[in-house]
């Protein structure tokens, strides 16, 4: 079964971190991008970073510097690791697989929230 399956998130103070996991099932995990995306409420879904199955990687403004990508292949997983988290970090945050090829791949989320 293809999936994707987040974990880590949930309720932290302003200023600190969370890790958050991708785990990929089901498909060839090396040869697929990894993306992390995160949606608030009332806001458009937004992409937060990128990891390139070479390990190229890119970030959105807001969390450059503070925000980490990065991906295991032999374990077939995908991370972000978030440091110096703000209020406005809180969101439901996805993991996504895509490739040039095939359709997209999207995990459940999973919930960040920041509040004092």
């Known amino acids: 079964q293809v999936q994707l399956v987040e974990s880590g998130g949930g309720s932290v103070q302003p200023g600190g971190s969370l890790r958050l996991s991708c785990a990929a099932s089901?498909?060839?995990?090396?040869?697929?991008?990894m993306n992390w995306y995160r949606q608030s409420p009332g806001k458009e879904r937004e992409l937060v970073a990128r990891?390139?199955?070479?390990?190229?990687?890119d970030y959105g403004i807001s969390v450059r510097g503070r925000f980490t990508i990065s991906r295991d292949d032999a374990k077939n997983m995908a991370y972000l690791q978030m440091n110096s988290l703000k209020t406005e970090d809180s969101a439901v945050y996805y993991c996504?697989?895509?490739?040039?090829?095939?359709?997209?791949?999207w995990g459940q989320g999973t919930q960040v929230t920041v509040s004092p």
């Open positions: 990891i390139t199955t070479v390990d190229t990687t």
């Open positions: 996504k697989a895509d490739n040039p090829w095939l359709r997209d791949i």
């Open positions: 089901g498909f060839n995990f090396p040869r697929w991008n």
